[in-house]
């Protein structure tokens, strides 16, 4: 099938069936980079309520950078990858500071920017600028491990597909060409069952043509994560508890947590909540009552996460970290992890009364 060919057939099916989503269309480089951004590894169900909220609430780069990260944050809060607001904020103060407010429109300018891959950059230039550079996410990768008869996708054979796409791609309209090959991976080439019958480059694809298209790219077994058993504790000082902010380079950085850590090997949970406030903060905390536990899965690895109303035992907390004494009306100041609001939600239906 010729490139053009190609080109049409997708192209016209992409204008018909696209899902119309808040963002679809918009053409601001702004809110292509912010929804590229939120995308990642996160479902378009899931981000667009955020992306409705934070729209609102920052309709431009501008209003981003001269936002405190703790705005941000509360707003990405549950979303996950905290990494990216960071860099966003971080990448937002940049272009202003450096670029006149202005997102670059050369690769190696906008690629060297806090959070900006080759994928964002593909697709922020390519939807943004028009500029002919090809977007690989895991639905292209699939579709064109598809269309070529790839099995594995080898360093060789992602050569082979940047290629094609390279040479498939349309040069007036890269972003729509883009966005349609990412559509199609996910509303017709789907991991099981692709909608071939469908579908505007079935006339091009050996792995429908050889049947069992499903079996193209073969699965990579998933990696096993590991399980760990964390604690956690409201230390209550009167009708307030302390809360501390993580450090903005450590995982959930700039989040605010209540203090616990991991339980060791054959310690019990309260031996353990105990011994990691102990070795935090110098002192010991009176355990009062179990709030229960909640499960809770991460990129790399999950937790169950047990949860204790504590108190001070006589000596005042001295914390170096910045922190605050909290009311629970307060909560919703603050972004938390979802393991945290997990247990909150735990203690409203138990009742805030220690
Ligand atoms: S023909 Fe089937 S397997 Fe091939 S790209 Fe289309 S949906 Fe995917």
Redesign the pocket.
């Known amino acids: 099938m010729q490139t053009n060919m190609i080109q049409n057939r997708l192209l016209s099916w992409y204008r018909k069936n696209k899902r119309l989503l808040p963002f679809r269309d918009r053409t601001e480089p702004y809110i292509i980079w912010l929804v590229e951004i939120m995308l990642q590894q996160t479902q378009v169900e899931t981000v667009i309520p955020y992306f409705n909220k934070w729209i609102h609430q920052f309709p431009t780069l501008q209003n981003v950078a001269e936002a405190q990260l703790s705005e941000l944050l509360k707003l990405w809060e549950g979303l996950g990858y905290y990494a990216r607001c960071r860099n966003f904020h971080q990448a937002a103060i940049i272009i202003q500071r450096d670029h006149n407010g202005k997102i670059p429109e050369d690769w190696v300018t906008f690629r060297s920017l806090p959070g900006v891959g080759n994928y964002t950059a593909a697709a922020v230039l390519s939807i943004a600028y028009k500029l002919p550079y090809v977007v690989i996410d895991g639905n292209v990768k699939?579709?064109m491990a598809?269309?070529l008869g790839r099995k594995k996708l080898s360093p060789r054979n992602m050569v082979m597909i940047n290629n094609t796409l390279n040479n498939w791609i349309d040069k007036e309209n890269p972003g729509d060409f883009n966005q349609a090959m990412m559509e199609?991976g996910a509303l017709?080439?789907k991991p099981k069952r692709?909608?071939?019958t469908v579908?505007?480059?079935?006339p091009n694809?050996r792995?429908?043509a050889a049947g069992y298209?499903e079996r193209?790219p073969r699965k990579i077994k998933k990696v096993i994560r590991p399980h760990y058993i964390t604690v956690g504790g409201l230390i209550w000082r009167k009708n307030r508890f302390y809360v501390q902010k993580r450090n903005v380079s450590s995982m959930l950085g700039g989040l605010w947590e209540f203090p616990g850590g991991k339980v060791r090997t054959n310690e019990s949970l309260k031996t353990a909540l105990k011994e990691r406030i102990k070795e935090e903060f110098g002192i010991t905390p009176i355990i009062q009552k179990k709030i229960g536990s909640v499960e809770h899965a991460y990129s790399h690895f999950s937790i169950t996460f047990h949860g204790y109303h504590c108190k001070e035992n006589g000596k005042y907390l001295e914390s170096k970290t910045e922190h605050q004494w909290i009311t629970p009306r307060e909560i919703n100041m603050f972004a938390f992890p979802t393991a945290n609001h997990k247990l909150f939600n735990l203690i409203t239906e138990q009742g805030w009364n220690v």
């Open positions: 699939r579709v598809r269309i199609l017709l080439c692709p909608n071939c579908c505007p480059l079935q694809c792995a429908a298209p193209y």
